[in-house]
Antibody, heavy 121, light 108 residues
Framework: QVQLVQSGAEVKKPGASVKISCKAS????????ISWVRQAPGQGLEWMGW????????NYAQKLQDRVTMTTDTSTSTAYMELRSLRSDDTAVYYC??????????????WGPGNLVTVSS | DTQMTQSPSSLSASVGDRVTITCRAS??????LNWFQQKPGKAPKLLIY???SLQSGVPSRFSGSGSGTDFTLTISNLQPEDFATYYC??????????FGGGTKVEIK
């Protein structure tokens, strides 16, 4: 069965960086992509971007593209999301999700449990 | 970016009710529309993809319809486990995969 296991909660100071991991199992990692979605406390879902595990191509949300980098390590079936220059409004639960391509559509069909990242001085 | 607008933002309903949630896209997205359910403290769960296709394992009381800019999610015979927040999301690969603002379904 498809599983996505994320690294643990993080507490960071403003201006720092955070790198979250998402280890996939139960499918061929390079056959699908990984997307990252975040959710601030009490707020809705915000799509951050996606990465193809096949060729490393990325597509980032415009508001984050200067501060975010998504990568994969195919040898360990792990995806990473690094967010730099952290601000208090980056405090959120960060989810990874498998990105299933169905023709031109991209479906987030399996999700990790989420990582709480708290940005506080 | 394509903006996704859901209505209502919240609703109260009783077990056994029929509930309809609307999602409107700021431009035509054909049928590239997914619906998710999220319960407190949990990751979202894919319910409907391609506007009307039921994800494997999702009860048949959930249904989706629409195309272009206007979409609906219908829950017939609302069950206690259906009280949650629902999000629409556009899924066309060349566009940002933006989410709607969410609709919280509460117990009346």
């Amino acid at each position: 069965q498809v599983q996505l296991v994320q690294s643990g909660a993080e507490v960071k100071k403003p201006g720092a960086s955070v790198k979250i991991s998402c280890k996939a199992s139960g499918y061929t990692f390079t056959s699908q992509g990984i997307s990252w979605v975040r959710q601030a406390p009490g707020q809705g879902l915000e799509w951050m971007g996606w990465i193809s595990a096949y060729n490393g191509n990325t597509n980032y949300a415009q508001k984050l593209q200067d501060r975010v980098t998504m990568t994969t390590d195919t040898s360990t079936s792990t995806a990473y999301m690094e967010l730099r220059s952290l601000r208090s409004d980056d405090t959120a639960v960060y989810y990874c999700a498998r990105l299933l391509r169905v023709g031109p559509a991209l479906n987030l069909d399996y999700w990790g449990p989420g990582n709480l990242v708290t940005v506080s001085s | 970016d394509t903006q996704m607008t859901q209505s209502p933002s919240s609703l109260s309903a009783s077990v056994g009710d029929r509930v309809t949630i609307t999602c409107r896209a700021s431009e035509s997205i054909s049928s590239y529309l997914n619906w998710f359910q999220q319960k407190p403290g949990k990751a979202p769960k894919l319910l409907i993809y391609a506007a009307s296709s039921l994800q494997s394992g999702v009860p048949s009381r959930f249904s989706g319809s629409g195309s272009g800019t206007d979409f609906t999610l219908t829950i017939s015979n609302l069950q206690p486990e259906d009280f949650a927040t629902y999000y629409c999301q556009q899924s066309y690969s060349t566009l940002p995969l933006t989410f709607g603002g969410g609709t919280k379904v509460e117990i009346k």
